[in-house]
């Protein structure tokens, strides 16, 4: 009933001002995403995450008059004309953008849609994506209409020196097969390139329309396209042999045509099918190169890209539902400015994931990527607070996260660990083979992270903890380690590394401190056999006593100090916020702690937002949106977490969700290349666990 009246008041709701910071169109993982950081889908070049050009262009032709709806052009002769943009809706795993001509002959919907449905791990692993475009007659009359779309070479390589090739496929055509064209570079180092802002060089980009007995299609000068089609609304007859050639070097692109001679008022649809086959997704340690999921039930990308042909109709309905479900629950948890910015955090979220086969193991795996933060891969500090959003999706996601990390820590694999607490990453994505030397020593916070996060899955999966059989002796083992280091930190880096080492560091002693209480709650959901009984009563205990020095010495005055020696200072505990998220009891006095806190947060808040602590003036939006989710009141939560609304409707920041910005100006704390459109966003669904938790909001239960 929830969902039906959300798409009922969805006209209604659209209409209330957002304007995202940058519009997310392909969003498949890491290397395949496409965005566009405007107003509107015509107000500049499509772009990679990093900002770089990943050129892509839409042109409607309305009787012999030619207007682009996506993308802007770059070194081209003709700058066509763009439609006139009415709205862009951006949904979980759509974007949706209405448009017409300048003279109101037509109107062309053009919706992106990635198949990113958390409890369907074929299609979200299937790297296949959507472009339906739906277009009818305004005039009342008949229109001679074609419609263009491309993809660029520039999707394909890191540098734009590199060469490309091309060709179409399938190679031997057969009566009813999907037709189309490929593209990728002529080296193929496959997994050849690691880190943070690099573009994939490597597997093939496809391209085909959905309906393989209608339109064109070509591979080759992307110039020649489009003023080919500018023309006659159709492509160049011959092919363009002068390949390789360098992705620089008269643009290369492959491109689809579609024609309605006579559009009328009834509307008439070209799918654009988008795939990018990366060959091998991952390398972890020396148990081999990893292919993608999706490679179990299609053996080729071929026969992925037929299978999502067939299934237009069925996978648009599927995004409805889904989208409309999940919209219409964070509107009734916690409003739609929420809502708005939790569509763009489920998109970003996944989109920095991979799910693969282990062949060795004969498992799925997740792999994520630290986007524009020095991409590594399976961070500990990143994992975290993106995690409510897998537990409130689906935890399972969560825990394949956490399993290649646990598999290393556990000395599975030829490369040994031996830190006494749990790894910060295994490698720079999407290579794992990180060592413990190569490790950021953060011991207090990798270590309560794991914890932390290890319940909440065993909390959401009816308290099954029998995969954690092998890894018991090795838990054990950091969670003495971590109650030595309680409860006054030494000095040490958290996961704000940005801000420094800092000794005595309250809110890294907090997370200790719920993570230990976390641990003897984790440990009591094993059998007998494996735990003895009493065996957490020790760790529960000390988790109990910290709590108390903590709420002793860190108290100043009306709130508590950043570090237990500095006077004169304040911080955001936002690691408190899982006492509530886990149902917890203690290990802190919530009805003390909290709204003291909270308050304190409030008399320090700036237009954008409270600033993390007293020595700057930025936030970061996961750690506000914990604070938010602190609130025990719908009042305080709004006070605190609009800002995050306001932040992303304001900045001239035009990036996808940045997580630290400054709280005076709106502006990205390090600019446009540094904590963007990282998966930490997640983090904003921790008011959906919070309410899942006290299951009195209308919200899907999340324990059980």
């Known amino acids: 009933m929830l969902q039906v009246l959300f798409a009922m008041l969805l006209p209604l709701l659209s209409g209330a001002a957002f304007r995202p910071p940058a519009i997310p169109l392909i969003t498949t993982d890491p290397y395949m995403q496409t965005w566009l950081m405007g107003d509107t889908a015509m107000s500049d070049v499509v772009r990679h995450w990093d900002q770089r050009s990943k050129e892509m262009l839409g042109l409607l032709r309305v009787d012999g008059v030619t207007y682009r709806y996506l993308g802007a052009i770059v070194n081209h002769s ?106 990728g570079t002529k080296a193929q180092q496959i997994l050849g390139i690691s880190g943070d802002k690099t573009n994939i060089n490597y597997g093939y980009l496809y391209l085909a329309d959905a309906d393989p007995n209608s339109g064109l299609f070509r591979a080759g000068s992307a110039k020649a396209h489009r003023t080919t089609f500018r023309l006659t609304g159709r492509l160049p007859e011959g092919p363009d042999s002068n390949q390789p050639r360098p992705c620089q070097t008269d643009l290369p692109a492959i491109s689809l045509v579609r024609g309605f001679p006579q559009l009328s ?28 999921f999706w490679t179990q039930k299609w053996k080729t990308i071929q026969e992925a890209m037929a299978a999502a042909a067939a299934e237009v109709e069925a996978m648009l309905e599927k995004s409805l539902s889904h989208d409309d479900a999940l919209m219409a629950n964070m509107t009734t948890v916690a409003g739609l400015e929420y809502a708005q910015i939790g569509a763009l955090a489920y998109r970003q979220t996944l989109a920095a994931t991979k799910l693969v086969w282990n062949s060795k193991r004969s498992q799925m795996w997740n792999f994520l ?50 830190d006494p607490y749990s790894p910060h990453q295994i490698g720079r994505y999407p290579i794992a083979t990180d060592d413990s030397a190569a490790q950021e020593a953060m011991p207090i916070e990798n270590t309560g992270n794991m914890f932390l996060m290890l319940l909440g899955i065993a909390r959401a999966q009816k308290k099954n903890v029998a995969w954690l059989k092998p890894y018991w002796p090795l838990l054990r083992s950091w969670a003495d380690q971590l109650q030595r280091s309680l409860p006054f930190p030494a000095n040490q880096i958290c996961t704000d590394d940005f801000t420094g080492p800092l000794a005595n560091n309250t809110n890294l002693a907090a997370k200790g401190i719920v993570a230990l209480e976390a641990f003897a709650q984790l440990r009591g959901l094993a059998p007998e056999e494996e735990v003895p009984k009493g065996a957490c009563d020790g760790y529960q205990s000390a988790a109990r006593g910290f709590a108390q020095t903590w709420q002793q010495l860190a108290l100043e ?62 936030v970061k939006l996961d750690w506000l949106s914990w604070a938010a989710a602190m609130a025990d009141d719908d009042e305080t939560f709004h006070q605190i977490y609009r800002p995050i609304f306001t932040q992303a409707n304001e900045t001239k920041c035009r990036v996808p969700l940045t997580d630290l910005f400054d709280t005076l100006t709106a502006e990205c704390a390090y600019g446009k290349q540094a904590f963007v459109a990282r998966p930490v966003v997640g983090g904003v669904f921790a008011k959906m666990l919070r309410a899942s938790a006290s299951a009195s909001s209308g919200a899907q239960s999340f324990f059980v």
């Open 265 to 292: 008022a009834t509307p008439q649809r070209f799918t654009a099918l988008v795939g990018y086959d990366d060959v091998k997704s991952v390398r972890y340690y020396d148990e081999g190169d990893f292919s993608g």
């Open 78 to 183: 003709h700058s066509f004309p763009a439609m006139l943009q009415d709205s862009v809706s951006v949904q979980p795993t759509r974007t949706i953008f209405r448009l017409r001509d300048p003279k109101g002959l037509v109107e062309l919907k053009v919706t992106f849609l990635s198949t990113m449905f958390a409890s369907d791990y074929e299609r979200l692993s299937r790297p296949v994506s959507y472009v339906v475009h739906d277009i009818r007659s305004l005039s009342g009359s008949l229109h001679d209409v074609q419609l263009y779309f491309d993809a660029s070479a520039e999707h394909v390589v890191n540098s734009f020196s590199e060469e490309v090739v091309w060709g179409n496929f399938p190679a031997k055509e057969t009566p009813g097969s999907l037709r189309g064209g490929w593209m």
């Open 557 to 618: 005055k009306d709130h508590y100090v950043i570090a237990f020696q500095t006077r004169d200072s304040y911080s955001i505990k936002y690691n408190l916020v899982w006492q509530k998220l886990l149902g917890l009891d203690g290990p802190f006095d919530w009805k003390t702690v909290v709204p003291r806190e909270l308050s304190y947060y409030l008399s320090k808040a700036e237009k954008f937002g409270i600033p993390m602590d007293y020595r700057h003036k930025y």
């Open 369 to 418: 990527k630290e986007i524009s933060t020095n991409g590594d891969m399976q961070t500990m500090d990143v994992i975290y607070p993106a995690s409510p959003m897998f537990l409130y999706s689906n935890p399972e996601l969560l825990r394949l996260l956490l399993l290649p990390i646990l598999v290393f820590a556990n000395n599975e694999t030829s490369t040994p660990f031996t």
